[in-house]
């Protein structure tokens, strides 16, 4: 595993500052793995590079990205390079070990880690004025509120890191108050006022939530981590819609750890169930 990731954060917003934490924890290993080559195990990524883990099969400026680092620190023949990046681009295909450990050189280089570092600082504003985006423009007006507060923004922000929300797609029809159909057919749409439960009850209805409910748990329970879950000023309603959608992962929550903020919120919701 290579050297940790860190950057200078004292120029950061508070936001930006939360968000590096999350994605410090949801795309790596605490930390560290931003500067080689990984391969997803789960969903349909393939390879993927970076403190944010830029899939190389799904985003063409990812692959512009990797490939202008290894033009510029790598030693690699056209005909190599060729091969490597026709390989990143399907999620089905392997680079050899070979591959691997010039490309890992390449990435974990001075020049290298620099690139990268300055394409994370440009990605961390860019999602964040795209959460803004969505939230000023498309969501639903008496949504906002909630949809201004920091756990809410953090989700937003570490859903579009995976899954990315698209313009006019589901997410987007969702937090303008629409039904949608997602997952295996599962219909859902806000109850009433948008809150927490809300947004859990289409995060678990999409298909990776119903296939892969454990690595959700995960990744919102350390978006949680960011916020003071006891302090969390939530509707009773949002409560309980919580403890509905919640109910289904209860085992999976607390195997991950009574003392998680993600348990420690399941007991404040099962309070008003």
Known sequence: ???????????????????????????????????ELQHAKLGQSGYSFGPIQWDLSQRTEARRNFKRILLTVGSFSKNELGEIMSK???????????????????????????????????ELKKNINRIEEVIEEVAKAEYRDFLDSTVAKLFLLDYHNQFDISSGGEMEKFLAGEEVTIGKGRRVQVEESLGLGDLLNFYFNTYYGQKQPQDLIRRFNNVLAQVEVENLKLAEDDFKQIARVLSDQRELIFAAGTERALASLMRRATRWA
Request: no cysteine; net charge positive; hydrophobic share 35%.
């Open 88 to 122: 990143v681009k399907r999620s089905g295909a392997k680079l050899n070990k070979e591959q691997i450990k010039k490309i890992n050189e390449a990435l974990s280089s001075p020049r290298g880690k620099q690139i990268i570092e300055e394409l994370y600082l440009k």
């Open 1 to 35: 595993m290579s050297e940790k990731f860190e950057i200078e954060t004292d120029s950061l917003t508070e936001l930006e500052r939360k968000f590096h934490q999350v994605l410090m924890v949801n795309e790596l290993f605490a930390g560290k793995g931003a500067y």
